[in-house]
């Protein structure tokens, strides 16, 4: 079972002149639930390397067990640190492909050519795609092979326009997840602001916030075993 991991390589928060990058929790909480469950896992980026990490959600607040243990894991930090370039990946060698969120992916891989494609090739291999909290944002120019949005119709979900304006974030993104989804035509839903909400349909799996990241994951591996069954 072979899992590829994308992550951001998009570093600045808008013209903030603030830092941003992934949610460590959104990688870290999904990263272990596959390597525990014997997957190989690949870990991929635009720029390669090392992917930045939003500061802020290794602030004490926002850690949890799972990050605490990434902390203290060098085998793990040493993957995170030589992300392979994602224009040097095929859905061809991989079961199933995750994308963990973080402000960052609004910027650089909502419109990279290589992670559009990458997502289509993968649906259109029968091989499932999870997306958590904001990473579903970069759907919004992935395409079915009839050219229509790849969300139109579907159930989805994301960031919500009021977990964004919690965080104080709603003028700073270049677009808003939960109005972009719908504007393109997905069924979006969501629940109360950081409950935990994943939301399946056919080959598609997203989660709302970081607190979906870990069930996202699941999901995903209960997919697998059922494809592959």
Not at 29 to 53: C, I, K, N, W
Not at 125 to 146: F, I, M, Q, T, Y
Request: net charge negative; charged share 25%.
């Amino acid at each position: 079972m072979k899992i590829l991991m994308v992550l951001t390589s998009h570093d600045q928060l808008g013209d903030t002149g603030k830092k941003t990058g992934f949610w460590l929790e959104e990688f870290a909480a999904p990263y272990y639930r596959f390597v525990e469950a014997g997957a190989d896992v690949t870990l991929a980026s635009p720029q390669g390397g090392q992917p930045p990490l939003d500061p802020k959600s290794n602030e004490p607040d926002f850690q949890t067990d799972q990050t605490r243990r990434f902390e203290s894991d060098t085998s793990a930090q040493q993957a995170l640190a030589t992300t392979v370039r994602l224009d040097s990946v095929s859905s061809e060698d991989y079961d199933a492909v995750f994308y963990p969120g973080g402000h960052g992916p609004l910027w650089d891989l909502a419109e990279d050519q290589d992670s559009i494609h990458l997502i289509e090739a993968t649906l259109r291999s029968a091989k499932p795609v999870a997306l958590v909290c904001h990473a579903p944002g970069v759907l919004r120019h992935a395409r079915n092979e009839d050219g229509s949005p790849l969300v139109s119709g579907r159930k989805v979900t994301g960031f919500t326009n009021s977990e964004e304006e919690a965080v104080q974030l709603t003028n700073v993104v270049p677009f808003l997840v939960e109005d972009e989804l719908t504007k393109l035509g997905a069924e979006y839903s969501k629940r109360a602001d950081w409950a935990s909400y994943v939301v399946e349909d056919g080959l598609l799996i997203t989660g709302q916030n970081p607190e979906s990241s870990a069930p996202a994951a699941d999901a995903l591996l209960a997919m697998l075993r059922t494809l592959t069954a």
